[in-house]
């Protein structure tokens, strides 16, 4: 029922920014709470950034706090992942995913809608 869509990824000089967005299939997507999740060549999927189920708070993996930042435009049926500060180990897939429910904002299994991923590389 629900279609995400990344893009914004390529490839980037250590310290470097780029903006990844994630396009929702419907008009609307307040319902949905929205997060991003990586996985790098060789390692399990790991949770990036997210909202909180009713948007009101954003939480953030340690390794990224300070550099990266979710924001959405509800008008436009998006979530970006702004990222700031880049290093060559935020090398990865990134994928957008949504929620329908309050469930753990970190925990992949938790989410119900999956985008196919954006490729980030980061050269040093």
């Known amino acids: 029922q629900v279609q995400l869509v990344e893009s914004g990824g390529g490839l980037v000089q250590a310290g470097g920014s780029l903006r990844l967005s994630c396009a929702v299939s419907?008009?609307?997507?307040?319902?949905?709470?929205m997060g991003w999740f990586r996985q790098a060549p060789g390692k399990e999927r790991e949770f990036v950034a997210a909202?909180?189920?009713?948007?009101?708070?954003?939480f953030y993996a340690d390794s990224v706090k300070g550099r990266f930042t979710i924001s959405r435009d509800n008008a436009k049926n998006t979530v970006y992942l702004h990222m700031n500060s880049l290093k060559p180990e935020d090398t990865a897939v990134y994928s957008c995913?949504?929620?329908?429910?309050?469930?753990?904002?970190?925990?992949?299994?938790?989410?119900?809608?999956w985008g196919q991923g954006t490729q980030v590389t980061v050269s040093s």
């Open positions: 995913a949504a929620r329908l429910s309050g469930r753990s904002y970190n925990y992949a299994p938790h989410y119900d809608y």
């Open positions: 419907q008009r609307t997507f307040s319902s949905y709470a």
């Open positions: 909202f909180s189920w009713r948007g009101g708070s954003t």
